[in-house]
């Protein structure tokens, strides 16, 4: 079968005659609604950085308004062609239900993190631990939340199962008890160290006056007498005096003469003929 050529270029033109303002106006839409699009995208983030928005919300916030914006100059572009809409619209709902019962679980990621951030669990930089997994939060995604922990790593947890999981926040509020145990020998005297702890405590500005320290016996250990000691701070103070209460205690208990037991066996050995 012989190709023609004259054929093939009148279809061409008839092409060009009919859908050439269409495809002009559709390229005109696309490239003028992307740059509209970049720039309402930049309005965006700064209104919610002028309001003060919480910046773990941005991002997400940021991201759904450009999925919406783009999702708009999609429907604009085809409308150019006279396609029926309302068609396209029917099409494009039945293969977003097929392409959600494939992605059940990133849905679930996606309202995870629409939960997390409207009942606001955590905010940017508070410490957290979520399911046995601790870290300061460094931000949510829609399908992710971001840990960083002491030791640097990043860790991204599903919002799925961040929203549906034990959360505790241990920066949310302002001030925190300190809880210690320190175990001395049963050979020394209790009140004696009691007095040393709480004298330390109240030589430290960083201990909230109210509620009032206190230390009192708690255990009587298989080595130990346990004095069990609470004191309040503000919570970014804990872990500095948490590790500079250790170290003081020590030090006077040394002065003082009070020891500090470790678990101790005593074998008896029989020689039997």
């Known amino acids: 079968m012989e190709f023609d ?7 061409l033109q008839t092409f060009v005659l009919s859908y050439g303002i269409q495809v002009v106006g559709a390229i005109i839409t696309l490239i003028v609604g992307g740059w509209i699009i970049k720039r309402l995208v930049k309005l965006t983030h700064k209104a919610l950085v002028k309001r003060e928005t919480d910046p773990i919300l941005i991002p997400t916030l940021v991201g759904v308004v450009k999925v919406a914006l783009y999702g708009l100059l999609l429907y604009a572009v085809i409308a ?24 059940q679980g990133s849905l679930s990621n996606f309202a ?3 939960l997390i951030l409207t009942l606001k669990p955590f905010k940017a930089g508070d410490f957290v631990e979520i399911d046995g997994t601790g870290g300061s ?33 241990f920066s949310m509020e302002k001030n925190r008890r300190w809880d210690k145990v320190f175990g001395i020998g049963y050979g020394d005297d209790f009140e004696k160290a009691k007095m040393i702890i709480l004298k330390i405590i109240e030589n430290d500005s960083r201990f909230l006056k109210e509620p009032a320290p206190m230390a009192r016996v708690g255990n009587l250990g298989d080595s130990s007498v346990d004095i069990t000691v609470r004191a309040w701070v503000e919570t970014p103070e ?20 009070i020891s500090i037991p470790f678990p101790q066996r005593d074998i008896h050995v029989f020689n039997e003929k």
């Open 112 to 114: 995870g993190g629409i």
């Open 80 to 103: 150019q062609f006279g396609v029926d809409t309302t068609a396209f619209l029917a099409v494009f709902g039945a293969a977003g239900l097929a392409i959600g019962l494939a992605l």
């Open 137 to 169: 939060v460094n931000g949510v995604s829609i399908m992710n939340t971001v840990l960083k922990t002491p030791d640097n790593k990043t860790i991204f947890l599903p919002n799925g199962k961040v929203a549906s999981a034990n959360i505790v926040n």
């Open 5 to 11: 050529f004259t054929e093939m270029w009148n279809s």
């Open 238 to 257: 804990y872990w500095n005096v948490n590790w500079d209460m250790i170290e003081k205690v020590k030090k006077a208990f040394d002065a003082e003469g």
